[in-house]
């Protein structure tokens, strides 16, 4: 049995009346995490909920029958988007295999995790984020105390065909947060009275070509649409609206362009792909770095297309100018307005001028 079942369900969906859309994207932040824990000695029981056969994946029978037979402790990812189906999900995940840990992860419940681990019992540990190195101390964590060993016994009784006990709640007897969490940075529980926790933040990783490559032998990459790549994390700009820039402390960090130029074409060679979206906010963060991407993509050879996201007040006309000759097919900007006024009150950082 794995130690952990770690479950995307991150997923491009929407329904127009009759009419569904749906389109896979490679899950680089589960893969990530995959990456570094199996690199820390631990097996991975990775699912992408994405390639879920079902034409309705709100459907919790649809999604129990997915995650049958799950490792003893479940990690889910989400976005904001599907934070309520995530909860629900795993409300049906605790009730089917009341002896698992759950953990819930990605960006979709930061800034609420006190409200959610109140809220919603069969939530037992909340990570917070940058994943590659809490994850394997989490699961270290658990693997010496109780609740892991609780866990793997109730599962194999369950695949025997011999579980009994339970709770009122759904939840087997004596199955409390245990073992040694207080000093797992970057993850908010319940310990073993009940009470909700919040360990310290987790110091922000700088380097970040010391993090592997997402572990891309997981999956069917020829299965995917969407390419995606991580040139950075974090952006600075203090943008009232945002909800992503608070998840990373108002920090950034990059990337090198050798590295992010060997992933691409690690990709490109294994899958194939030829058009990449840089999904991070800040991959224009000053000329220098972007100017030095493209002398590195060019040098490649590769004919490579992509597209990135940026900022109106740190671009000009010659790096625009080198970003499409090497392959840059759009560059997505966010206005927000043309009013002096409305900008400055929502922190935007530059003027309709």
């Known amino acids: 049995m794995a130690d952990i079942t770690l479950v995307n369900l991150n997923m491009l969906f929407m329904r127009y009346g009759e009419e569904i859309e749906r389109e896979l994207h490679v899950p680089l932040g589960c893969l990530y995490l995959t ?3 199996e690199d820390a000695g631990f097996e991975v029981d990775f699912r992408d909920y994405q390639t879920c056969a079902t034409d309705d994946p709100f459907d ?5 029958e997915f995650l ?6 479940i990690g889910l990812s989400c976005m904001a988007n599907l934070l309520p189906f995530t909860i629900l999900a795993m409300q049906a995940l605790k009730k089917r295999y009341p002896g698992r840990t ?45 609740p892991f060993d609780n866990a793997l016994r109730q599962a194999l009784r369950q695949a025997q065909g011999r579980e009994r006990s339970r709770t009122a709640q759904g939840r087997p007897e004596g199955n409390r947060m245990g073992g040694d969490l207080g000093g ?33 032998d997981r999956v069917e990459l020829k299965k995917y649409a969407g390419y995606g790549l991580m040139t950075s994390r974090g952006c600075p700009y203090p943008c009232t609206f945002c909800s992503v820039a608070p998840v ?22 294994r899958a194939g792909a030829d058009l990449f979206l ?17 002398d590195e993509l060019s040098r490649t050879g590769l004919k490579l297309e992509w597209k990135a996201f ?8 010659e790096m625009m100018r080198a970003m499409a000759a090497c392959g840059c097919l759009e560059l997505r900007f966010g206005i927000e307005s043309g009013s002096d006024r409305v900008l400055r009150i929502i922190r935007k950082g530059f003027t309709a001028g």
């Open 35 to 37: 990456r570094a824990l």
């Open 60 to 64: 919790i029978a649809a999604f129990l």
């Open 68 to 73: 049958k037979e799950p490792a003893p402790v």
């Open 102 to 146: 759950l953990v819930l992860g990605g960006v979709g419940s930061k800034s609420v995790e006190e409200k959610v681990l109140a809220r919603f019992p069969w939530i037992d540990i909340i990570c917070r984020g940058e994943g590659e190195r809490t994850g394997p101390e989490l699961l270290r964590a658990l693997k010496s105390g109780g």
């Open 184 to 216: 797992v940075a970057g993850i908010s529980y319940r310990d073993g009275a009940g009470k909700i926790r919040h360990n310290a933040d987790r110091a922000r990783i700088r380097d970040l070509d010391s993090i592997p490559f997402p572990a891309f």
């Open 248 to 269: 990373w402390n108002l920090e950034s960090y990059s990337r090198s362009p050798q590295n992010i130029v060997a992933e691409m074409k690690l990709l490109h060679e």
């Open 278 to 294: 840089f999904q991070d906010e800040f991959f224009v963060s000053g000329k220098r770095q972007v100017m030095a991407f493209c």
């Open 310 to 317: 940026g900022r109106v007040n740190l671009v000009d006309e």
